[in-house]
């Protein structure tokens, strides 16, 4: 039976990261539980004083890049571990309060238990952060940038609702979903910004490609939303090319990839702490065996 309180809490680091910026454009992939692998390279990486001047991120992605903007060390892992089996973060009152299997306000808003989301920092001009969410009625990504968008919480939110588990969100008189209903690694949009250093940070093995499935399910759930089923229904096939593609620039030099260093077994719900517990320190690992070579990348 798994346990309920993860047994090295203690040792997640604390702290505040740096103000010095590193130019470039992280991007985080989603994955939920899985994130708790990106979790742990973003916290070496605030620890080694990298903090670069972009994010945009993809549901978990997204939410554990709102706190490497706000600089908080380890918040994300502590509450992500810490609250796994808490029903207010996950279970009963989270779908009482939030209308959803797991409320992500823990995460992007100040009410986090013991530990508050620093949004002053989040929110200084200096550093630019985005969120990708899938536009229900388009099926296509639509990207919202802090100091941009009205309510930047609200479009984390919408990044991370997973289909078939939660409400759409609402924003601006159109229905969002999870953007890895359309976009499951945004490397793309730095490319398009015409940014020159790009790190890209999987929560899959280098390796990895996706399993072709049927959305079979969304078809009767979201037959009013013919678009986003078609983006459903293509996004096994994109996916796997976008693997390709970022297999390829990082070969080239293009971009630099940093994925895990073995094939990631967790569920995306993982009950069990202390696995990850694990993932997150497998993290920080294989951000501190690649750190040379990042930064020989960004030099």
Not at 15 to 32: F, H, I, K, P, R
Not at 49 to 72: E, R, T
Not at 172 to 178: F, H, I, M, R
Request: charged residues 25%; proline residues 4%.
């Amino acid at each position: 039976m798994p346990r309920h309180e993860y047994s090295h809490m203690d040792q997640i680091p604390h702290g505040q990261a740096s103000s010095n910026l590193t130019e470039g454009c992280l991007v985080l992939e989603g994955g939920a539980f899985r994130g708790l692998h990106t979790q742990g390279i973003l916290d070496t990486l605030m620890l080694c004083g990298i903090n670069f001047s972009c994010l945009i991120g993809v549901s978990a992605g997204a939410l554990g890049g709102m706190n490497y903007v706000s600089g908080q060390i380890g918040r994300s892992a502590r509450i992500n571990i810490g609250y796994r089996h808490d029903s207010r973060y996950m279970g009963i009152k989270a779908f009482a309060n939030s209308r959803s299997i797991l409320d992500v306000g823990l995460l992007t808003e100040e009410r986090g238990f013991g530990e508050p989301f620093d949004t002053d920092r989040f929110m200084q001009p200096e550093r630019r952060f985005v969120a990708v969410a899938t536009n229900c009625l388009t099926g296509e990504p639509t990207y919202f940038e802090k100091g941009v968008c009205a309510n930047i919480a609200r479009a984390v939110q919408a990044s991370a609702t997973m289909p078939l588990t939660a409400p759409m969100v609402w924003i601006d008189d159109a229905p969002y979903l999870d953007g890895a209903c359309s976009c499951k690694v945004p490397y793309e949009w730095a490319l398009q910004q015409g940014f020159k250093k790009i790190v890209v940070i999987r929560t899959r093995d280098a390796s990895y490609r996706s399993a072709v499935r049927s959305p079979d399910l969304a078809r009767r759930v979201y037959r009013n939303y013919p678009n986003l089923i078609r983006s459903l229904e293509t996004i096994d096939e994109r996916y796997n090319h976008q693997c390709d593609e970022i297999e390829r620039l990082h070969a080239e030099g293009r971009i630099y990839r940093l994925a895990p260093s073995e094939p990631i077994t967790i569920g995306k719900l993982e009950g069990d702490v202390e696995k990850l517990g694990d993932l997150y320190w497998l993290g920080c690992y294989d951000c501190l065996t690649c750190l040379d070579d990042m930064r020989s990348y960004l030099d």
